[in-house]
């Protein structure tokens, strides 16, 4: 990729892709050139979905966003940024409750690969309450998770505690 493109990866485990990450991969697309959506293994999580399953969630659901592509990847997220030459990293922020931990990791990644920058996105506040455990646990439960997940993702979910 030419040198003044800007890419931002967005990492994350997305077990599954929400609306609410749906969101953030909107706004980011609108200030950097390229997104790349980075899936990877958070070591305190055991996730439901594979990354087959994940990528493929991820990949239907962002369909028809330009500039958007999703990989995966394993090892540090900052080996892996440096690799790409990435400009920036991607989180979402929804509340004060999320800080401390995204704080921690921003400054951790920082230390890691100075020149790299953590940029935090506000999806829209009708997501506040919205991550993939709740979404899981929902669906776990035959609840109704069509606000939260598209319709692909509540098929897999189905699928998955069928
Ligand atoms: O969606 P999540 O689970 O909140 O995402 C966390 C994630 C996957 C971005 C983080 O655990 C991560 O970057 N893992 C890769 C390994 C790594 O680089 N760890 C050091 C982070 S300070």
Do not use: C
Request: proline share 2%; net charge neutral; charged share 25%.
């Amino acid at each position: 990729m030419s040198k003044n493109k800007k890419l931002a990866l967005y990492p994350g485990t997305f077990d599954p892709i929400t609306n609410g990450h749906l969101d953030v991969i909107q706004r980011a697309v609108n200030l950097f050139d390229r997104v790349i959506v980075a899936i990877t293994t958070n070591s305190s999580k055991a996730p439901l979905f594979s990354v087959n399953e994940r990528l493929e969630m991820i990949e239907n659901a962002s369909n028809g966003l330009d500039n958007v592509e999703v990989e995966s990847f394993q090892g540090l997220l900052m080996d892996y940024a440096v690799k790409k030459n990435a400009t920036a990293i991607i989180r979402g922020l929804r509340a004060v409750s999320d800080f401390e931990y995204e704080f921690q990791m921003a400054l951790v990644n920082r230390k890691l690969a100075n020149g790299i920058a953590t940029v935090f996105l506000m999806p829209h506040e009708k997501y506040t309450y919205l991550n993939s455990t709740i979404v899981r646990e929902v669906a776990k439960f035959d609840g109704d998770v069509s606000s939260f997940v598209t319709e692909y993702v509540q098929d897999k979910l189905k699928s998955k505690f069928n």
